[in-house]
């Protein structure tokens, strides 16, 4: 069993950034689509940002888009989230996902497949003065 393990989150005041890693065992061998996803109380979860493993291309939900940048460290085997002019409503859980599997990203986001891939236990973040 493959172990996904995110860090990075912690209490930031809004305005500021932060950078979530999700350590992924092997990475970037054997995993098609990394996606990270979070999860607000009381809400579903949803899509955040992905990453196509084969051509590094990227894909953000329209909440982020502009302010969150996803990257990858094969030596490392770490994908990245990088956070900036966090906002409030950007508090929540936020989980990462490795899939052997190829998705187009912007599905793989809206889909948000809990079989066949490998989930963290997700990392807090919280946007609050």
């Known amino acids: 069993e493959v172990e996904v393990v995110e860090s990075g989150g912690g209490l930031v005041q809004p305005g500021g950034s932060l950078r979530l890693s999700c350590l992924v065992p092997?990475?970037?061998?054997?995993?098609?689509?990394i996606g990270w996803f979070r999860q607000a109380p009381g809400r579903e979860r949803e899509g955040v940002s992905c990453?196509?493993?084969?051509?590094?291309?990227?894909y953000y939900t329209a909440p982020v888009k502009g302010r969150f940048t996803i990257s990858g460290d094969n030596a490392k085997e770490t994908i990245y989230l990088q956070m900036n002019d966090l906002r409030p409503e950007d508090t929540g859980t936020y989980y990462c996902?490795?899939?052997?599997?190829?998705?187009?990203?912007?599905?793989?986001?809206?889909?948000?497949?809990?079989?066949?891939?490998?989930w963290g236990q997700g990392t807090q973040v919280t946007v609050s003065s």
């Open positions: 990453i196509s493993v084969h051509d590094s291309s990227t």
């Open positions: 996902a490795a899939d052997p599997r190829w998705f187009y990203c912007s599905d793989y986001l809206s889909r948000i497949p809990r079989t066949g891939n490998y």
């Open positions: 092997g990475f970037p061998s054997g995993y098609h689509t």
